[in-house]
């Protein structure tokens, strides 16, 4: 006899079922960070301690059938995340992530031929097929601000797992009020920024998280603006003051291409304003930027759409404590939060908001959290964000989970300072 020889059941009267499409369901369960996935095969996947990436084969034949079950209720906490090592998933190529992130799922997928690839016959969540690129930006970067000992440009690494690490030395012009993001997929740029004065000089961040050294501006010297991906692969950054007084507000914004190459003064949208903060949201590459202070120094509760072709709506009014200083973030696969500022003093307000840029009523953590402002945030592991440094150059950090969670205070890394940026980056764990 020839052949595979798969694993069969007995059923309760005693009689034996046949495997259903020939798969020879694995007896190990699988514990590690990678698997080669097989065709024919099913797989349990425990992710109670990590991520686990699947690779799978790098040539199938029409009908090749692989099914992956979540073994311990555990993939909304760790996800699996699926290479499909040169072949197309539900039509998508490999540059596009595939992520599952619902507890309990079973992933049952078929390869169909060439132009679509790999498709599900059954994923119980749908909408965790292939998504772009940008959102599985894995590590995340926190760069210059103003340390005890005045304006710096140290920097410090986020892994995957959202550990900071201890700083890295200084490369570029030290200055605070710096604004990060991320652009072509994996690679971010800090722009702009205070020294003695606004500057339009730029630092562009690999896809290691290694900074360049001063790119010459283009446009005007800003401080104190944000910025978020969009369409993808590209960046915006908006709003600030300028002219060596923050009573000089503005709210041009500048367009940056999925080479870093930022573009010249475009006339804004919105109130003028400074101390804003922003993230990306939604599955379109679309995004926003939140509250602010205005030229008299009030903090407003004001919300600017952005389109995933980079152009920034009209004011909207927000809900939520108007504040300065916050800082906002993504967090799981299309949702984004704000959190922290000033107004009279250090918040720990939160903000989250939904897929489709609404952002919800002021809430607080349940868990031991330190009211504070000036602080950064960025994007880590695919799904989960950190706010990490503060006034008073604190160092504490906190998680939030891809539910939109915050953690306690962690305590912190490197050295302490306020009014820093930071940014995500690369697509590899």
């Not at 900071?164 to 920024?193: C, L, N, P, Q």
């Not at 000089?248 to 101390?275: C, E, F, H, P, W």
């Not at 004001?302 to 200083?325: C, E, F, H, K, Q």
């Not at 919800?360 to 440094?389: E, H, M, P, Q, W």
Request: overall charge negative; some cysteine; hydrophobic content about 35%.
């Amino acid at each position: 006899m020839s052949g595979i020889v798969v694993s069969n059941v007995f059923r309760t009267s005693g009689v034996i079922a046949a495997t259903a499409a020939g798969i020879n369901f694995q007896s190990s369960v699988v514990t590690g960070t990678t698997l080669t996935a097989e065709a024919g095969n099913g797989y349990f996947i425990n992710t109670t301690s990590n991520i686990c990436t699947i690779t799978l084969p790098s040539s199938a034949e029409a009908g090749d059938q692989i099914i992956l079950v979540d073994f311990a209720r555990t993939w909304s906490t760790n996800k699996i995340v699926i290479d499909s090592n040169g072949l197309n998933y539900q039509g998508q190529d490999d540059t596009y992530g595939v992520q599952y992130t619902t507890s309990g799922a079973t992933v049952n997928i078929v390869y169909s031929g060439a132009s679509k690839g790999w498709t599900p016959i059954s994923d119980d969540v749908v909408t965790d097929a292939p998504e772009d690129p940008t959102r599985a930006t894995q590590k995340g970067i926190f760069a210059f601000g103003d340390a005890s000992g005045g304006r710096t440009a140290i920097s410090n690494l986020v892994n995957s797992s959202g550990v900071i690490a201890s700083d890295t030395s200084a490369v570029g012009t030290a200055r605070y009020d710096a604004i990060g993001t991320g652009y072509g997929y994996d690679k971010g740029i800090f722009r702009g920024g205070y020294t003695t004065d606004e500057v339009s000089l730029s630092n562009l961040v690999n896809n290691q998280g290694v900074i360049a050294t001063d790119t010459t501006g283009v446009g005007t010297g800003r401080a104190g603006g944000d910025g978020h991906t969009y369409g993808g692969d590209k960046a915006i950054n908006a709003y600030g003051y300028l002219g060596g007084s923050i009573n000089a507000v503005s709210n041009i914004r500048q367009l940056i291409s999925n080479q870093g190459v930022v573009g010249s003064d475009v006339s804004g949208a919105g109130t003028a304003r400074y101390n804003v903060a922003a993230s990306a949201y939604g599955s379109g590459g679309t995004g926003l930027f939140y509250n602010g202070r205005n030229s008299g120094g009030t903090s407003l509760a004001v919300s600017n759409l952005t389109s995933n072709t980079g152009v920034v709506s009209s004011d909207v009014s927000a809900v939520g404590l108007p504040r300065n200083y916050l800082a906002g973030a993504q967090y799981g696969t299309d949702t984004a939060i704000f959190a922290f500022g000033e107004i009279s003093g250090a918040q720990q307000t939160i903000n989250l908001v939904n897929n489709q840029g609404v952002v919800a009523s002021n809430t607080t953590s349940s868990n031991s959290v330190t009211s504070r402002y000036g602080l950064s945030a960025c994007r880590f592991g695919g799904d989960k964000s950190i706010f990490c440094y503060a006034n008073s150059q604190q160092t504490m950090s906190n998680i939030i989970s891809n539910q939109g969670v915050m953690a306690s205070d962690v305590s912190g890394v490197g050295t302490g300072r306020i009014y820093g940026g930071a940014l995500s980056f690369s697509q590899n764990a």
